[in-house]
């Protein structure tokens, strides 16, 4: 009920306030006007909900149902008018503004299926066009998770190029995503731009996030720009949540039937309130969903768990002036997960149980202030989450597996950047900032006698410097951290260059470097079931940090032939990593729990090559990649203690050397359209321990290739409302593994190859 109230208290003052704001427009009415109207170039149709404003300002609208606008009571002067929607080339026109004048302003947009222009925050968390972005960032957007019928963020991340998202527990249902072959740590997870992602909420975090509250995910591979942490070795996975753009609601249903009789059901409901002057609005989203538990060999101990969450949450704006806007968003998340057997009793009377009961709340204020001439940028921001999570992790109906833990993450920070009109010989971009993030964890699991009691400060200050035009962009910066569990400072420095030959090729350089502090990370707050019994990871008394440094090149072709749009883009990747972080079997402790132990090692290298390509013609959308690399310790290292007969290895474990995705869509009329997408998992080498099997092994698996079929109609029902009716099948060929261990003494970790067997799902969704 509190939070209810607040929740009211809030929507009430910025609505007043920005009601107020609007009255007090009126004051001064210029009665300088715009109007007009958007078409498609092509089939020269008006477009609905197109967004229009000038840029430099917080002034905006959309097309209305019939594809006109009109923006009133503008200020005098010069400027730049917009527009800009997903799937079409953003235009820009010059306007002259004078008191009591109306002009009327008429666009033509043309489709950009394979995002050209499409907008993108992650290079330096300002806006700007994918073309021109000092780094390579690749865009998932709310279309791919819809064609992949992704309920979730871990179920539409394996859809970029470098990105592999895996189960890690046949019990709990724990996911890691990898970029470029490197486990999740390496990851820095972004929820808009704010790292609030902990070492808590990582460990289930991918499927928690529901794909409903996305308006698009950017990953960048790499360290990229120095604005973002230290941590992002592998790359940033940047969560951009939907804002509101117009008045709309949506809601959704879907059921799949896992394995053909387990049900997965799912329900979403969307909806966005504005103002009619567009000074303030709401983005309202609700997710909850129900899961039953899947057992595939029929042993009594699932492979998939049990799961019930509710999600519920908001992203609202309000513009305070001309050229300010105060951003505020919020998520509260409940979520129950059950895996093992015996689920319906409770987890102490079952053989093997992992049982988690999650409640978290997060959110962020940020306000964005900037100069009439738009040289001058401000923005200042706070995010926080906390997390409060019930836990069993336990065998043999262990009494003394339960667990507690609660987690409290808070990141507050500001940046400033100034736009040169020139600098020394360019035309540039200077951007510079503070930050601090703490985090205080608290995981008891008394009956294990393992405490974590683990508080991190890390204070950042970050400059860079992009001198850039349309053919060049050098970028030159770095990051001073200091992390409260090391003596020192470490200063990563990070360099990109651009250079676009023609307006449709784009060539990039990359070079950056980061670490990993010797803290707790997500895999190590999982306690997996291993012969019975469980294994606990801690951490080695005088490990000390991970150090990495990255080089990356690549080049992004364009081109269009008529009606048909293509995009390739090649990108070779070098990581060098010292000090490696490394897990080995050391023994078990006074209660018998098998202990791994996180020791360092020489180092390691992490090479290779992402492809991709993007074609568009009309009724046809078609998406590939491919990942080819090599993922080796700098010097074999050895895993196992009960079976010295194993080799020591060189190659990193859970890092196929291939692996891929596809997507495309078919729309042979307007309202139909079928979409056939798929992964691609090449062999790789797993741990294999000791329980079910009689002594640890090394196994080498298949490769898989899972494909997926949705076809989904439109049925027009009244005016601008919109019904769809979908259905599918899910891993149609049934690419899943077939040697899990069975019974009470498996290895939950032993666990590889696409989440879900083959599934069907049907589904509806009403639209206004």
């Known amino acids: 009920m509190n939070k209810i109230t607040i929740l009211i208290l809030c929507l009430w003052c910025a609505f007043s306030a920005a009601w107020a704001t609007g009255d007090d427009a009126h004051l001064n009415p210029s009665d300088a006007n715009i109007v007009g109207h958007i078409l498609d170039k092509k089939t020269k149709e008006h477009l609905p909900f197109i967004n229009v404003f000038i840029h430099g300002t917080t002034i905006g609208t959309a097309t209305d149902a019939t594809g006109h606008y009109y923006l009133k009571n503008l200020p005098e002067g010069k400027y730049t008018l917009v527009m800009k929607s997903l799937g079409y080339k953003t235009v820009e026109k010059q306007v002259i503004l004078k008191k009591g004048k109306t002009l009327e302003v008429n666009f033509e947009a043309e489709e950009d299926a394979v995002s050209l222009d499409g907008v993108v925050v992650s290079a330096n968390r300002q806006e700007t066009t994918r073309r021109l972005a000092p780094s390579l960032v690749n865009v998932l957007d709310a279309k791919v998770f819809e064609t992949t019928h992704a309920t979730s963020l871990a179920d539409g991340l394996n859809f970029q190029p470098g990105v592999r998202v895996e189960n890690n527990c046949q019990n709990c249902g724990f996911q890691q995503v990898r970029i470029n072959g490197l486990e999740g740590p390496y990851t820095q997870i972004l929820i808009d731009s704010r790292p609030i992602f902990s070492a808590l909420t990582g460990v289930y975090g991918l499927e928690q ?19 973002f942490g230290s941590s992002a070795i592998a790359g940033t996975i940047n969560i951009i949540t939907k804002e509101p753009l117009r008045n709309s609601a949506q809601l959704t249903h879907s059921l799949t039937m896992i394995g053909g009789n387990r049900p997965d059901n799912n329900t979403t409901l969307n909806a966005s309130l504005v103002t009619d002057d567009h000074k303030a609005g709401i983005y309202l989203f609700g997710q909850t969903r129900h899961r039953a538990s899947y057992d595939h060999d029929g042993d009594g101990f699932s492979e998939l768990g049990q799961l019930n969450a509710k999600t519920i949450g908001f992203r609202s704006y309000l513009k305070t002036s001309m050229y300010s806007k105060l951003t505020f968003e919020f998520h509260n998340i409940s979520e129950y997960r059950r895996g093992g057997d015996h689920i319906n009793l409770p987890p102490h009377e079952a053989d093997v149980a992992e049982q988690t009961d999650h409640t978290i709340n997060g959110g962020g204020l940020k306000f964005d202030l900037f100069s009439k001439d738009y040289k001058h940028r401000l923005n200042i921001y706070t995010s926080a989450q906390h997390t409060n999570r019930k836990s069993y992790y336990g065998t043999n109906q262990n009494l003394d597996a339960y667990g507690h833990t609660t987690d409290m993450t808070f990141v507050g920070g500001s940046q400033y950047s100034y736009s040169w009109d020139k600098c020394l010989f360019m035309p540039a971009e200077f951007t510079g900032g503070m930050e601090y993030s703490y985090d205080d964890l608290k995981d008891e699991m008394l009956g294990y006698n393992r405490i974590v009691d683990q508080k991190v400060h890390i204070g950042s200050l970050f400059l860079q410097n992009e001198w850039k035009n349309d053919k060049w962009s050098f970028l030159v910066g770095g990051r001073f951290d200091k992390h409260n569990l090391l003596d020192h400072i470490i200063f990563s420095p990070r360099a990109n260059l651009r250079f676009n030959p023609t307006q449709d090729i784009n060539l990039r350089l990359s070079y950056s470097s980061g ?66 972080f490394f897990l ?185």
């Open 209 to 227: 996030i529901p794909a409903n509250m996305i308006e698009r995910v950017e990953v960048m591979r790499g360290g990229g720009s120095a604005l």
């Open 515 to 580: 670490f990993r502090a010797p803290q707790a990370f997500d895999e190590d707050l999982h306690v997996a079931a291993v012969g019975g019994d469980v294994a606990i990871i801690q951490l080695s008394p005088d490990l000390k940090e991970e150090k990495s440094k990255s080089i990356s090149a690549s080049v992004d072709l364009y081109h269009r032939f008529g009606p048909v749009q293509v995009n390739f883009l090649a990108e070779g990747f070098y990581t060098d990593l010292s000090d490696v």
């Open 584 to 768: 080995q079997e050391i023994g078990r402790d006074e209660q018998g729990n098998l202990i791994l132990e996180r020791h360092n090692k020489d180092g390691a290298r992490v090479m290779g090559f992402n492809l991709e390509g993007k074609m568009s013609y009309s009724w046809l959308q078609l998406q590939a990649g491919a990942t080819i690399q090599r993922s080796r310790y700098k010097d074999a290292v050895t895993w196992s203690e009960s079976n010295p007969n194993l080799p020591a290895q060189k190659k990193m474990f859970r890092t196929p050397d291939v692996y891929g995705y596809f997507t495309s869509t078919f729309t042979p009329v307007k309202r139909l359209s079928a979409s056939l997408t798929g992964t691609y998992t090449g062999s790789m080498l797993v741990q294999h321990l000791a329980g079910y099997i009689p002594e640890d092994r090394e196994e080498t698996t298949p490769d898989f290739f899972d494909m997926n079929l949705k076809i989904a109609y439109d049925i027009p029902v009244y005016n601008v409302v919109t019904l769809q009716i979908n259905a599918g099948v899910q891993n149609m060929f049934q690419a899943y593994q077939n040697d899990f261990d069975q019974g009470k003494d498996r290895d939950s970790k032993y666990i590889y190859g696409p989440g879900t067997p083959r599934s069907y799902f049907v589904g509806c969704k009403i639209t206004y």
